[in-house]
């Protein structure tokens, strides 16, 4: 006997998700399936009736509350490559973003939550205090001032500075010495930057969960640090969801008031920058014997493009050739990219088999390439290909570099001396002394 197939009757949506819907022309799909045959997500271990036709299709019937009680958008990470596929035009990775939105926030799956309630309570995502946070900055800067950087102290809430920059929880709380590559590169440019004391994360979990409020009061935080301290410029957060974060909370803050408008430069910008005036010096030949290649981040490229129209594919292959002999591309890559799988926050959510079933693409693309090293300038696509998909796909062997590592690596540092070096000693023991945290070593 011939089964009977479920007749679905379109939902009645509210006023304002059938707004929000509208945005979206949900009526021009054509069900091409070109979404879905373009996202590594389709087919995901135990989630293989799902794929993001299906989600496209149930929104447009009205099956709003379906879509979001399923963990499939959460598969998400945000890569784009979906909306790039589709012939009609439609943005759809906004949409799986609004569909997290949803989610009652108790039922977030994972960290994500707490990590974004975390970061607008105590200023990061893991609630490390400021007295730790601080202490671990003396300490660090002061071993760092010992091995290779005399007069070497991390500037914190400094006034009038340049630049401003925010560390990762994680290399605050586990990588530490993850945080030297950046440091030794603002030491050998003689750069005046800082960071803040308070409200430091570089990650904004809130835009992995969907939290829209959450992402425009980190990017309020971040504005008024800025002008409260007269800084001239802030470096976007090296994550890639941290930067796209931050320039989306920016914009909501401008659209609120144009007095919220600070300046910004993006990771690749600034150390292009700082080469081509000559403020730092490399020597390739300490990278000599290994071929490099670079991973194009998605919201460093791709969706940085359709959502902001500017994406860094150029800029990081110029960086990396004055600092190595052999570069190979992987491909496809820039627009054409695959995701490494642990965007969108899938890099601390329960989903490990998904996230690598995702990133097999990229498993595939640095075998092929044949490299030594992967370089990359986003920390969850670092953790991702560093350590989780060699777990999955253990045939073949690199090594994983932040592209400022591999830069740091190259250096050819002139330490501070002379009255330089009693200077910065000095705006050392003032600036712990206003801090009051007590100096474990004298300066």
């Known amino acids: ?99 997290k939105h949803l989610r009652d ?27 730790d946070y601080l202490e671990g900055m003396l300490d660090l800067g002061n071993e760092l001032a010992e091995e290779e950087c005399p007069g070497f102290y991390v500037p914190v809430d400094k006034q009038d500075a340049e630049v401003l920059f925010f560390p990762n929880s994680k290399e605050v709380y586990g990588d530490f010495e993850d945080q030297f590559w ?16 308070e409200g430091w994360e570089a990650v904004d ?51 609120e008031n144009s007095e919220n408008e600070v300046d910004f430069i993006y990771l690749y910008e600034y150390l292009m920058r700082i080469m081509k005036e000559g403020r730092i010096t490399l020597d390739k030949s300490v990278h000599a014997g290994k071929s490099f290649t670079w991973h194009d981040s998605c919201k460093h490229g791709r969706e940085l493009y359709r959502h902001y129209g500017v994406a860094f594919f150029d800029e990081p292959r110029w960086i990396l050739e004055q600092c190595v002999d052999d570069f190979v591309e992987m491909t496809p890559n820039r627009m054409n990219s695959y ?24 498993a595939e693309q640095i075998q092929r390439s044949g490299a030594d090293v992967v370089v990359v300038a986003c920390s969850n696509c670092r953790d991702q290909i560093m350590k989780r998909l060699p777990n999955y796909y253990p045939d073949y062997k690199y090594e994983v570099k932040y592209l400022w590592q591999v830069i740091a690596e190259a250096l050819v540092i002139d330490p501070l001396q002379g009255e330089e070096l009693r200077r910065a000693e000095d705006e050392a023991r003032e600036q712990w002394k206003r801090l009051e945290v007590e100096l474990t070593s004298e300066y």
């Not at 959460?74 to 973003?97: E, H, K, Y």
């Not at 950046?182 to 004391?197: C, G, L």
């Not at 409260?228 to 974060?245: E, F, V």
Request: proline content about 5%.
């Open 105 to 131: 926030r108790d039922k977030v799956p994972g960290s994500l939550h707490k990590g974004a309630q975390n970061n607008l309570e105590s200023g990061n995502n893991l609630a490390i205090s400021r007295d």
């Open 182 to 197: 950046w440091w030794k590169i603002f030491y050998a440019a003689r750069e005046n930057w800082t960071v803040p004391s």
């Open 339 to 362: 995701c490494c799988g642990a965007g969108g926050g899938m890099w601390p959510m329960p989903f490990d088999d998904q996230s690598a079933h995702h990133g097999r693409y990229k």
């Open 1 to 99: 006997m011939q089964a009977v197939a479920e007749v679905i009757t379109p939902t009645s949506l509210s006023e304002d998700m059938r707004t929000y819907l509208g945005r979206f022309d949900l009526a021009a799909c054509v069900s091409c399936g070109s979404c879905a045959s373009g996202c590594p997500s389709s087919g995901a271990p135990g989630f293989e009736d799902w794929n993001t036709r299906k989600v496209l299709r149930m929104l447009a019937m009205g099956m709003v509350d379906e879509v979001v009680n399923s963990d499939f958008v959460w598969l998400c990470t945000g890569c784009g490559r979906c909306s790039q596929n589709c012939p009609m035009g439609v943005d759809i990775a906004p949409l799986m973003m609004h569909m």
């Open 205 to 255: 979990w809130a835009l992995f969960s969907g939290n829209y409020e959450g992402t425009r009061k980190l990017a309020r935080r971040k504005i008024d640090f800025m002008k409260r301290l007269n800084i001239k410029q802030m470096i976007m957060p090296d994550c890639g969801g941290g930067s796209y974060g931050c320039r989306t909370g920016l914009k909501y803050c401008l659209e």
